[in-house]
């Protein structure tokens, strides 16, 4: 059984794009070259035209909490010093269907149990930050975004 963690193909044909991007620091999207609708996660063709042709597109890296789960006991076993922790699937702000999971963290760098899990809220805004885990894999995760106004 593996014990690093569980790593993303990042010279999948249909990813590649978005995580040549994340390692300089972006945040992208599939943009079909059909229909110009926006798509995530990343696949080979468009679920409303069929067409093959995309390109990247920036997004803003803004979103809001759909979703959440606590990991208590990861199956994982290279999580497992990391118990509990939050694992959120954030809607981005340019179009609430493209949504992508991750961890919300404290600060940049910081650990995936940095947050207290009872301080999440399904709809509470956040912007990403990016995470280098391997040599070629830079992570977008969470981070909450304050109130306007808070210090």
């Known amino acids: 059984m593996p014990v690093g963690p569980i790593l993303p193909a990042t010279d999948d044909p249909d990813s590649a794009g978005f995580w040549a991007a994340t390692r300089e ?8 070259g059909g229909c110009g609708e926006l798509r995530f996660p ?46 959120v699937i954030v809607e981005l702000e340019e179009k609430p269907t493209l949504r992508i999971s991750g961890n919300v963290l404290a600060a940049p760098g910081a650990a995936i149990n940095s947050v207290d899990p009872a301080k999440l809220r399904i709809g ?17 995760q969470w981070l909450l975004t304050p109130p306007p106004g808070a210090a």
């Open 42 to 87: 990343p696949r080979p063709f468009c679920k409303y035209c069929q067409s093959n042709d995309f390109s990247w597109h920036p997004v803003s890296g803004r979103g809001r909490i759909w979703s959440f789960a606590i990991a208590h006991k990861p199956v994982y076993p290279a999580l497992a010093d990391f118990a509990p922790f939050p694992i």
């Open 25 to 32: 620091g972006k945040f992208v999207v599939q943009k079909c």
């Open 124 to 140: 509470q805004p956040v912007h990403v930050t990016f995470q280098q885990v391997a040599e070629d894999v830079v992570l977008p």
